[in-house]
């Protein structure tokens, strides 16, 4: 079978609104050398699977339909794209249509073009919501620090990679996933290219408080070992200043007799207990994700796969 030029993967969560769109738009473009479209449907509580079978079927290119057994999270739901992908480069891309199809073209001519084995869009103006775009703002900075990322790069989900970089990438079967953290780990050779960022097609983005939370704690537990130096760096200091207020009592009881100051004291206790409940919690995620992983948490469980036996084209 021959390997299509490139592979779109993209995640399908609550997207019954715009997966007609979607698939109508990814079929359009035209690709020398072939094109395939992956589409991962993550669970979604609506229809999004039965309609994009439905529409797959009069797809003029191939699609694969990748069925997961529930909701596992966007990135695992790439993942499974990555391993279902065959094209020579593979362009992952949201559902939501902010990132008009025709970019994909782009960013793929940029990566061979520029030598690069990944490259990231980025936008001059982008259109999501306020705590759409703290939140990205935050995930950038925090993986700056905690990653060996380029600094200023910009971390999307749009972005096109070889498929040397995605095999690479696919060999990972931990439970936790974090696709930049995983290419980072491959791959310094890449590259950045400004796009155009559209208004979402449909409905609201499913990025909350708690995907937030849960995605910064893959970045700090799974894909570094900072927080742990941290934890041990505070140790020091807190061990430090306990060490100074006990020769500060010592003395005053020398000179002064007595020592007052319970309020103080109950103050410092509870810091010094705060502190090493928190390190104590930090070692136990570790310790609790490597339970997990060593037990085989599914990655992600493909229920189903349907394809509509069309050609690359």
Known sequence: MTRPLLSIVVPLYRSADSIERLIRELGQLE???GCELVLVNDGSPDNTAELAEQLMKDAPRAVTLVKLSR???EYNAVMAGLNHASGEWIVTMDDDLQNPPSEALRLLQHARDGGHDVVYSYY???KHSLGRNLGSWLTNRV???LLDKP???YLSSFR???AFVAEQVCRYDGPYVYIDGLILQVTQKIGTLEVRHDERAAGQSGYNLRRLIRLYLIMFVGFSVMPLRIATLLGFVFAGAGFLFTLFVVAYKLFYGTVEGWTSLMAALLVFSGAQLIVMGVAGEYIGRTYLTAN???QFVVRDVVR???SEA
């Open 31 to 33: 690709v020398d050398g």
């Open 71 to 73: 909701n596992f999270g």
């Open 124 to 126: 001059a103006d982008k």
């Open 143 to 145: 993986s700056d620090f």
């Open 151 to 153: 600094r200023g790069l």
């Open 160 to 162: 096109c990679m070889s």
């Open 296 to 298: 085989k948490r599914p």
């Open 308 to 310: 509509n036996g069309r």
